[in-house]
């Protein structure tokens, strides 16, 4: 294992439910990511988290809101998702200011918007 | 527009062989770049790095080149497994703020017995 642990592995939501996916690492690394990974689509970045800073990408949409309240923790809040929200959810950490910075990512979470 | 491609979405080859994928990127100038394995239903697992400044990094059946010049990676396994097949992905790291790694499409490589 990568040391990255994400739960649910598999969620099914209504677009009018709340839900929330967790991610943990136990790498002591001080960077997070939420990454979205569509069929045929390349993995989009959504969130950062670097030295407890968020760096935003713009284009996420606000039903989807990130919670980061440790550098070990991080948190993806649903709400009022849409169908072609249903993806694969990744997490990722890396420890900044180190040369190379590669990321360790979660197993995912398979997430089915109905 | 910024791009990046990898040359096919599938590659098919027989054990033994060597597999080359390709991964070429427009109007970006990356410090590193970086490989990456995916297999179904899992999260990306890392397998290689490059500096901008190397041109070829090795690491037991892997070989990556870097040509900043071409704006062009490529990926080399040698003696090919079945084991190998899975997909693989180019991610640029444009060092900015949280290590932000942007991601090609990726191609899938199935190498069979």
């Avoid at chain 1, 598999?10 to 709340?18: A, F, I, S």
């Avoid at chain 2, 597999?19 to 070429?24: D, F, G, W």
């Amino acid at each position: 294992e990568t040391g990255v642990t994400q739960t649910p592995r598999h969620l099914v939501m209504g677009m009018t439910n709340k839900k929330s996916l967790k991610c943990e690492q136990h790498l002591g690394h001080n960077a997070m990511y939420w990454y979205k990974q569509s069929a045929k689509k390349p993995l989009e970045l959504m969130f950062v988290y670097s030295l407890e800073e968020r760096v935003e990408n713009n284009s996420v949409p606000s039903r989807f809101s990130p919670e980061c309240p440790n550098s070990s923790h991080l948190f993806l809040h649903l709400h009022t998702l849409q169908p072609e929200d249903s993806a694969l959810y990744l997490c990722a950490s890396s420890q900044e200011k180190r040369e190379g910075g590669e990321q360790f990512f979660g197993p995912g979470t398979r997430l089915t918007v109905l | 527009s910024q791009k990046i491609e990898q040359n096919s979405e599938a590659l098919n080859i027989q054990e033994g062989k060597t597999a080359t994928l390709t991964c070429n990127y427009t109007n970006y100038s990356p410090a590193y770049l970086q490989w990456y394995r995916q297999d179904p239903g899992r999260g990306p697992v890392f397998l290689l790095l490059i500096r901008e400044n190397e041109k070829e990094k090795r690491k037991e059946r892997l070989k990556v080149t870097f040509d900043t010049t071409l704006k062009q990676s490529l990926f080399h396994i040698t003696a090919s497994q079945p084991a190998d097949s899975a997909t693989y992905l180019c991610a640029l790291d444009m060092r900015t703020a949280g290590t932000a790694l942007i991601f090609g499409k990726g191609t899938t490589l199935s190498v069979s017995s």
